[in-house]
């Protein structure tokens, strides 16, 4: 899945990044650097892909 429909998924189902950091009390620079691929946190990963009805494996294939 593209950065760019993450990012949409998680709109259309009522969330910012700024939102979600919020939620998960960690910075938006983190959550971006998680949707990017360029930082791992299985939480913020998994609270994603829970929100847009994903696997993890399926958002960021290995």
Known sequence: M???NIVGQLRCHGYTQTLL???LN???T???RVI???T???RIQQKIADIIGEDIETIWPK
Do not use: C
């Open 21 to 23: 950091a919020a939620e």
């Open 30 to 32: 983190l959550i971006n």
């Open 36 to 38: 990017h691929g360029k």
């Open 40 to 42: 791992k946190s299985k």
């Open 2 to 4: 593209d950065i760019d």
């Open 26 to 28: 960690v910075s938006v």
